[in-house]
């Protein structure tokens, strides 16, 4: 009885249960890895991170926790909670459950933006891959509306398979790229490819937490026109929403999200897909409710997958893409059965 | 019959790609009237309702809201002022029905509870307050129509004088208890100017104060509908004969000639 009643306090309050698996698997990772760390000492670093008195570390644990496993938590938070809200944003936009700003190839356009970038000028700065990654996804964005304005009607499925074509194109186009390359380069950046958060730095995170809110602000302000959206683009017009306005704000907003998201752990896909799928059944479809809330369950996910990445004893990581394919393109696959049926 | 609201369109005319879709069209509509708008297949009727909503960019003319140009509206004055709805609407996701019907109240910057009492309000107008809360895919073809028709009722929910409707052949497809149903509850909306693209003659010559009949972008005859759906200019606009039969009750029917 008093099961269900816990139940039912959780089961209403989708933020708190996503915040409460965000705070709880990312203690997991800060505590697990080749070097164990126990609570007392991590709870002494974080003290010390806040300003406490607190003395019970060693140089190396504070570096491993702060400048490894903190940095890589807040990384793939921040990536995760823009592929949620891009994706929440992109179905609605789209009217179409189906989208993903990654498996459409917004992802894999600002991938190899970023490689074509790092071909040309070497990964030393962080702001040329930044904006690479910027421009990247900007063409890609504009590149899938135009797809979708030609198949006005009725061609849900015709865009995906073209996204998923123009994704394929892109991700394969970086990875030629990446083979004729130097060894150098290629190591690097073909870790990175795959999604992972190797060789990033509190700088790069920084830039792309910025990236990240400029996105989500400018997203989420388009909330209650995307909700009218859901009539279609005519009635929604006479309804008083700039559908033209709306579009290109919404293109931008989720290109500078997923750039953001690149940049910090390569191409991600799948979480743009499922998690708002899975929430609105949860929350509704209200775009006011759902992108915050994807946002949140973005971040829940990727880390998800980011401490499931850490739980095989290999030499590195397991790719974040490939563990995201591994969970989601089960789920796709179950969403079109359960269209066509 | 007020004078306020009257919306006016002078020598509208409309090209798109070269083509003329309106020419030189000129009518003043008033508000309580219920207009009906026929016309073959192409002859700009979407497109005048279009214009007329200043949701198109005309080329030549000017249409005029309170003696006003309807350029010179904002956006959201025009949808508080007119409330257009499309033939069919699909949801591209589910919602419930007065979610639907709250979508309608996106122009108006109200406090939550008005904007939930004019929901409630156009909810009860159509009759479905008692399924305010049920999903909108649940509901059956005719309820969903009413539900969009309590949608735009609740985009025009306001204290002035001047609100409209523009409906394009909405609830064609619905079965002839429904459709009579839909313009049976239009009739009750007396305060409100009504504009319904249709393609029966029988439920205009039923329901319509007025009658427009459009032909390659003109008004053939715009009128009382007894005036206006007369076998020759039908036969002119459509190229089909028909007659016209009586009821034993004194209603007039049109039907095609055999």
Request: proline fraction near 8%; charged fraction near 10%.
């Given at each position: 009885m008093n099961a269900f009643r816990y139940f039912r306090i959780f089961a209403g309050r989708p933020t708190l249960v996503l915040s409460l698996t965000i705070l709880f698997l990312g203690g997991l990772t800060l505590l697990e890895g080749p070097v164990p760390i126990d609570v007392y000492t991590l709870l002494s670093i974080l003290g010390h991170l806040i300003g406490?008195?607190?003395?019970?570390?060693t140089r190396e644990t504070y570096a491993i926790v702060t400048e490894l496993r903190l940095l890589s938590i807040v990384s793939v938070l921040i990536s995760g909670a823009a592929l949620g809200l891009s994706g929440a944003v992109m179905q609605s936009l789209l009217r179409n459950?189906?989208?993903d700003p990654s498996l459409l190839g917004i992802s894999s356009s600002a991938g190899l933006g970023v490689v074509i970038a790092a071909l040309c000028f070497?990964?030393?700065?962080?702001w040329i891959p930044t904006i690479a990654a910027l421009t990247g996804s900007l063409i890609g964005v504009i590149l899938l509306y135009a797809l979708s304005r030609h198949w006005t009607s009725g061609g849900s499925l015709k865009l995906i398979l073209a996204g998923i074509a123009l994704n394929a194109l892109l991700n394969a186009l970086s990875l030629f790229l990446i083979s004729i390359a130097d060894t150098h380069i290629l190591q690097s950046v073909f870790f990175w490819s795959l999604g992972g958060t190797s060789g990033i730095h509190w700088t790069t995170t920084g830039l792309a937490a910025i990236l990240t809110l400029i996105g989500s602000i400018l997203l989420y302000r388009q909330a209650s026109a995307l909700n009218v959206l859901c009539l279609g683009e005519c009635d929604a017009q006479s309804t008083g929403v700039d559908v033209r306005v709306l579009r290109i704000l919404c293109v931008i907003g989720v290109a500078v999200s997923i750039s953001a998201s690149v940049i910090l752990?390569?191409?991600?896909?799948f979480v743009g897909l499922m998690v708002p799928h899975v929430l609105r059944a949860w929350v509704g479809p209200n775009p006011q409710k759902l992108i915050p809330v994807s946002g949140l369950g973005g971040a829940a996910l990727l880390l998800f997958a980011y401490w499931l990445s850490r739980?095989?004893?290999?030499v590195s990581d397991i790719p974040l893409g490939v563990v995201t394919a591994l969970l989601g393109a089960p789920f796709f696959l179950g969403l079109l059965w359960k269209k066509q049926a | 019959m007020e004078k306020t609201g009257m919306i006016a369109a002078r020598r509208l005319t409309v090209q798109k790609q070269g083509k003329t879709?309106?020419?030189e069209i000129n009518l003043t509509l008033t508000p309580g009237e219920l207009t009906v708008i026929v016309g073959p297949n192409g002859a700009g009727k979407s497109t005048l309702l279009q214009a007329l909503s200043g949701q198109l960019s005309i080329q030549g003319g000017s249409v005029t809201l309170c003696d006003r140009?309807?350029?010179?509206?904002t956006r959201a004055q025009r949808a508080q002022h007119i409330a257009h709805l499309s033939q069919h609407i699909e949801l591209c996701f589910d919602l419930t029905v007065s979610e639907v019907v709250m979508l309608?109240?996106?122009a108006h910057t109200l406090p939550y509870t008005a904007q939930a009492a004019a929901v409630d309000r156009a909810l009860r107008a159509v009759d479905l307050l008692p399924h305010?809360?049920?999903?909108?895919?649940?509901?059956?073809g005719g309820e969903r129509q009413r539900v969009q028709l309590a949608r735009i009722l609740a985009q025009i929910d306001?204290?002035?004088?001047n609100r409209w409707l523009f409906l394009d052949?909405?609830?064609?497809?619905?079965d002839i208890a429904h459709q009579h149903h839909i313009f049976q509850l239009l009739r009750q909306l007396t305060t409100v100017g009504i504009v319904a693209v249709l393609h029966d003659f029988n439920l205009a010559l039923r329901y319509a104060d007025r009658v427009i009949l459009l032909t390659k972008g003109k008004i053939l005859a715009d009128g009382a509908p007894q005036a206006v759906l007369t076998p020759s200019n039908i036969q002119i606009a459509f190229g089909m004969p028909v007659q016209l039969i009586q009821s034993p009750e004194g209603s007039t029917w049109i039907i095609p000639e055999t």
């Open positions: 406490l008195p607190t003395h019970h570390y459950p189906l989208a070497g990964i030393t700065q962080v752990t390569g191409p991600v896909a739980q095989f004893q290999t | 879709l309106l020419s140009d309807i350029v010179n509206y309608g109240r996106y305010a809360q049920q999903s909108y895919s649940s509901l059956s306001h204290e002035s004088p052949e909405h609830g064609v497809h619905l």
